[in-house]
């Protein structure tokens, strides 16, 4: 077996999250795909739920960087801002064709407090980073709606995209956020 950075183990724990979901994935199936023994993973983490809490923290993580930070870019207009971030999203869920915290809040949230208060916020920040762009144009009221009917849709449409292996409704959807502007 060979030595496997916690990292390197997280990016393991998301691929199996995604495919299998969290109940389904054992320790044991995140040591093979890591080419680790089992207890060697308990070295970097001491539950399954660890992995988990630290997965979903990777995973904002790099939303808040990737997608989320380029709702306040001040170096673009609101219209650059929006479909710089849908752009981003596309590109993320084509690419990796599911989304874990969706996967997550089925299983993982009725197990961990913890883990249901992580992906609450996750989509609460998604919705605020849309809303953030579009409250100049429509108003509070109607730009939290249009925020959380975006994320929603996208839910959808990216729930279709793992069914499916079709991405002409993500990309349909990405377009039509992208016109709210």
């Known amino acids: 077996m060979k030595k496997t950075d916690p990292e390197s183990i997280l990016d393991n724990a998301l691929s199996l999250f995604r495919a299998k979901g969290?109940?389904?994935m054992s320790m044991a199936d995140i040591g093979k795909a890591s080419g680790l023994l089992k207890g060697s993973i308990y070295h970097h983490f001491p539950s399954k739920e660890a992995i988990l809490?630290?997965?979903i923290d990777r995973l904002s993580d790099h939303f808040e960087k990737a997608v989320f930070s380029l709702a306040h870019s001040e170096s673009m207009s609101e219209k650059q801002r929006l479909e710089a971030m849908v752009s981003a999203i596309e590109g993320y869920?084509?690419?990796n064709k599911a989304c874990v915290m969706a996967h997550l809040s089925?299983?993982?949230m009725q197990d961990?407090?913890?883990?249901?208060?992580q992906i609450q916020s996750f989509f609460r920040r998604w919705r605020r980073a849309?809303?953030?762009v579009l409250v100049s144009r429509h108003g509070a009221p109607v730009a939290r709606r249009l925020a959380e009917?975006?994320?929603s849709q996208l839910?959808?449409?990216i729930l279709w995209l793992n069914i499916f292996g079709d991405p002409a409704p993500l990309r349909w959807m990405c377009g039509s956020i992208k016109e709210l502007l």
């Open 22 to 24: 969290y109940k389904s």
């Open 53 to 55: 809490i630290s997965s």
């Open 93 to 95: 869920f084509i690419e």
């Open 106 to 108: 089925m299983e993982a």
């Open 112 to 117: 961990t407090t913890q883990a249901k208060s």
């Open 130 to 132: 849309f809303e953030s």
């Open 149 to 151: 009917d975006a994320v």
């Open 155 to 157: 839910e959808g449409a």
